[in-house]
């Protein structure tokens, strides 16, 4: 087996872990990290595959904004929350 294939499946298996850890998950914040390792992973795959506009869309896209919105999101969110359940 040579290396470039070891190191796809070694990801493949880390990113299946970061999904599964999604899933099992009970704490927002750890779910969103989990997505962007999880994106992180599957665009080092990518660029593995060779597919480079692709893992370069799914860093800057899949890690990058989509953690970022999802964090604003949570913490808009539980900023209202407490606000209504103090009233």
Do not use: H, N
Not at 2 to 30: E, H, N, P, Q
Not at 35 to 43: D, Q, R
């Amino acid at each position: 087996m040579s290396d470039a294939t070891l190191y796809i499946v070694i990801l493949t298996i880390g990113f299946l872990a970061t999904s599964l850890w999604v899933l099992l998950s009970r704490k927002l914040v750890i779910m969103i990290v989990a997505i962007g390792i999880g994106s992180v992973v599957l665009s080092v795959l990518f660029f593995l595959l060779g597919a480079p506009f692709a893992g370069a869309f799914e860093l800057s896209v899949g890690a990058g904004l989509i953690s970022i919105l999802f964090v604003i999101a949570t913490s808009l969110s539980s900023k209202k929350r407490d606000k209504g359940e103090s009233q």
